[in-house]
């Protein structure tokens, strides 16, 4: 079969490679798309935490956001049958230490996250994966189910600070993250989203997709999150732009003993923002880490309409012709939002 594997830092590339057979507890997908994030960009790099602690080694098989259809599985699997067009969780933990019992198991000192630390992803034609974490996505079409990994990410974030009706939330970041997780919250009832971007095109399609606020380039930020509240500012604060930048204007966007959510900024950087303005007004900053126990419900959302995941596909690009779809996902910009490639 054809796969894409990272041998090290900056060195991508296609081979064959023998089919997989699933052991027991175990599922045969044969995938038909896979997403390129900024965590793909960032193994391929060597900049990523795991690979720069050692943590996680080279080679690895990317893609960690997948569709497919079951086409095997082994001994022990029910309620999956040949033909099944699935999904798969990209944290598995162990299972039985008091994290994962928890329902934490994206937290277990012994996580393994599927492309990303030692497990292969989807990046080839078949993909093995454990069936405990692997979820049914009925009729959605298969290009949507590779962005349910995503849309799971949004959805976490706003369990996680507790989006609620009573609550006015504010976005920095208008990427694939950020636009799911002001869906996510005004699925979850949030009586007010506003959406922040340096881009005018993801500003337009935030408001498109149900945001009530998105704040173009130029606007002060600061007086139109007043205007937006009527002077009282967030209750919670999502950072879903992966910068210091975001994360500065998140934490500023909080109402007193406002929750301020943390998802893309994972920098081994120093941040070297005043505590006083945590402690000050009894702010809470909420690590984001993945997405569990939330892809059932994640996957229903996207089938009932609450949150909407077509639109951000921005590019398709065929196995083949990966080294395009790694550059522009890695180049970004006004028109990308997310990078499938086509297995």
């Avoid at 598995?92 to 996250?113: F, S, Y």
């Avoid at 799971?152 to 993250?177: E, L, M, Q, T």
């Avoid at 337009?204 to 002060?220: F, I």
């Avoid at 998140?250 to 303005?277: K, M, N, Q, T, W």
């Amino acid at each position: 079969m054809k796969a894409l594997r990272i041998e090290g830092p900056n060195d991508i590339k296609m081979l064959e490679a023998p089919r997989p057979t699933p052991g027991p507890d175990e599922v045969l997908v044969q995938v038909a798309f896979a997403g390129v994030c900024h965590t793909d960009i960032e193994v391929l790099r060597g900049t990523h935490g795991a690979y720069r602690s050692g943590w996680a080694q080279y080679p690895v098989v990317p893609g960690h956001e997948w569709s497919g259809w079951v086409r095997d599985v082994g001994a022990g699997v029910v309620g999956l049958e040949h033909g099944d067009l699935v999904t798969g969780e990209t944290g598995a933990g162990c299972m039985k230490c008091r994290l994962c019992l928890t329902g934490a198991h994206n937290c277990c000192p012994d996580v393994l996250e599927t492309g990303i630390i030692k497990r292969d992803g989807a990046m080839r034609e078949f993909h093995v994966h454990p069936a405990a974490f692997v979820h049914s996505l009925g009729d959605l079409p298969a290009a949507e189910g590779a962005l349910v990994e995503p849309a799971s990410v949004g959805v976490y974030a706003c369990k996680r600070v507790g989006v609620s009706p009573s609550d006015r939330v504010a976005v920095c970041g208008g990427g694939s993250i950020g636009q799911l997780c002001a869906q996510a919250a005004r699925a979850f009832g949030a009586r007010t989203v506003m959406l922040t971007s340096r881009s005018r095109e993801k500003l337009e399609l935030a408001e498109r997709l149900g945001a009530d606020r998105a704040v173009r380039p130029g606007e002060d930020l600061a007086e139109t999150a007043l205007e937006v509240t009527d002077g009282d500012l967030f209750d919670v604060t999502i950072e879903a732009a992966g910068t210091h930048a975001a994360l500065n204007d998140a934490i500023s966007l909080a109402a007193p003993r406002g929750r301020v959510a943390v998802v893309g900024d994972a920098s081994a950087e120093p941040f070297g923002y005043s505590l006083a303005s945590v402690i000050g007004v009894e702010l809470s900053i909420i690590g984001v880490r993945g997405s569990p126990s939330v892809w059932p419900e994640t996957i229903d959302l996207i089938r009932r309409g609450k949150i909407n995941v077509g639109p951000l596909v921005s590019h398709c690009y065929p196995i083949d012709e990966y080294e395009v779809a790694f550059s522009v996902a890695e180049r970004g910009g006004a028109d990308v939002l997310k990078v499938l490639v086509e297995i």
